[in-house]
């Protein structure tokens, strides 16, 4: 997910990814986060990973310097979407993984893009190997997280909201909403991208995680 951003950027940052599959809570995993983080740093994250950031934000808000989050979402699970994740849980559970990656791509990957097969490929491999390891844990945690959008007004750092145009899971409109909500907030649309922003456009995604990076 984040292989172009850490090649590209590591000059300017030393580049960390957080272990997100070995808890069963977002206060867990955000707790695993912050012992492994040095006592200040960038805190950026894609989807789930913005949500962990958004707890890092509950637990610690004086460690994180600066915040991304990209194609995220702030809102609790509506009951409509919990029913979905539990549904996706059991599939899990019953071992019936390459069905659910693939129905879940349809959300991920824009019809005209499913014929990149480095791209889809990418994103399979990587959905599969979590789903094996950790499919249980990671919805446990995205069911037990509360709605974020009313600590974000208290948000005091700079923070960059990225978001596809074709986002279809954690659409637009949800993050206008948090770029209204943060502040010093600035929101980046990126054109011809839809929810894996860091994978279907890299050069966008890195360029402006730089530009946040160098802000200050």
């Known amino acids: ?43 950026a994250g894609l989807s789930m990973g913005g949500m962990i950031c958004m707890e890092v934000m509950r637990q610690a808000p004086e460690r994180v310097e600066r915040l991304a989050l990209l194609d995220t979402n702030a809102m609790a699970d509506s009951p409509e979407r919990a029913a979905v994740r539990r549904r996706m849980a059991e599939q899990g559970s019953h ?16 019809p005209e893009r499913r014929a990149d097969a480095a791209l889809v490929g990418a994103i399979r491999a990587m959905m599969e190997e979590v789903a094996e390891t950790a499919l249980g844990q990671q919805i446990a945690a995205l069911l037990d997280r509360p709605d974020s959008r009313p600590d974000m007004s208290s948000y005091d750092l700079p923070v960059l909201l990225i978001c596809g145009r074709l986002d279809k899971l954690t659409p637009l409109e949800w993050h206008e909403e948090m770029a209204g909500l943060i502040p010093d907030a600035r929101l980046a649309v990126i054109e011809d991208c839809a929810h894996m922003s860091t994978m279907e456009q890299p050069q966008a995604v890195t360029a402006l995680l730089r530009d946040w990076l160098l802000y200050r």
């Open 1 to 43: 997910m984040w292989v172009h951003q850490s090649r590209h950027l590591g000059g300017l940052a030393d580049i960390q990814i957080a272990d997100t599959t070995s808890d069963n809570s977002m206060a867990g995993i955000a707790a695993r986060l912050l012992a492994e983080a040095p006592p200040r740093f960038a805190l």
């Open 95 to 110: 071992g019936d993984i390459p069905s659910l990656v693939e129905d879940f791509l349809d959300l991920l990957v824009p």
